[in-house]
């Protein structure tokens, strides 16, 4: 049986993207997959433990997925891992162990929360002799040193390192720069991962909760993701074309612009959030019923709820089979 650790240098790195498409992809192949993440901030709610187990791991006959257990307090300093509880999360991995034939295991990331370094990550390949793959998100001025200090405290357990998010026009650099550089250093490099706009998208529900919307009719499609929000307007171009040019929109437009309402139905329009408080007419209501797309009201004007939307993308997240699906591509 194989344990395989991932952990990420800083949070929202993209770990559990990553375990989501090893899973996925280890089951298409016919693999039983365990999963574990020793430690959480929010051990009795912790979001990505909850994801898993309920949604990537609700069918298919996977091991169940323990709790985790709440950050040790001295994981910054010196011997990070208590004995006891060393023990306790050796027996749970070995318990997973034979009943998958992979373990996933979601490391800490090499930094705390508060910013602070952990020798957690370490001492949790050493304790559960597993292989590491360290994660790394994009960001300007990441170097070669950098990346081959994080990787060396995990000596010959290193399986490979990967950079994610990297934009468009910073790929050449990576490659022909970074990863070459850690390769001539023998560091086992993976590659790296394109920035993917559906990875920063939220959902139909995030949006209306955000906003303290409501809806119009029944909601549909509530878990269908949005990347882009388009602004409807006093536009020179036809409907069809202004509102076809993108997939996983949000129209934000007044509730008394049935016009531009009904001309964004035309697109690839995922919901439409009417503003200023007022009713939508039954012409609209009922295109957009056939079209299975929610219409959510708020009671601001465009203008302000454009600019209360532009704090929602921060709290983009990865609990979506459809983003797991899409990053197993990517990987």
Partial sequence: MAVLQIIGQRPRAGKTCLVGALLALARERGKRVGYCKPFSPSPQADPDVAFVSFQLLAEGGSP????????????????????????EIRAVVDRLEAAADLVLVEGP????????GSHLGPELASLLNSRVLLLFGYAKGLDTATVANAGAPFGNRLAGVAINGVPLYRRREVDDTLLRDLRSRGMPVMGALPEERAMLAVTVQQIADYLGGSWVQEPVNTDAYVDRFLIGGNI??????YFGRFQHQAVVTRAERPDIQLASLTGATRCLVLTGGAQPTEYVKAEALQRDVPLILVQEDTLTTAAALGGLLAQANPYSQQKVQRFAELV
């Avoid at 990331?109 to 602070?116: K, R, T, V």
């Fill in 64 to 87: 169940e997925v323990p709790p985790p257990w709440p950050i040790p307090q001295a994981a910054s300093a010196g011997s990070a891992l208590p004995a006891d509880l060393g023990r």
């Fill in 109 to 116: 990331d090499l930094y705390l929360p508060h910013g602070e």
């Fill in 236 to 241: 020179m171009d036809s409907g069809p074309t």
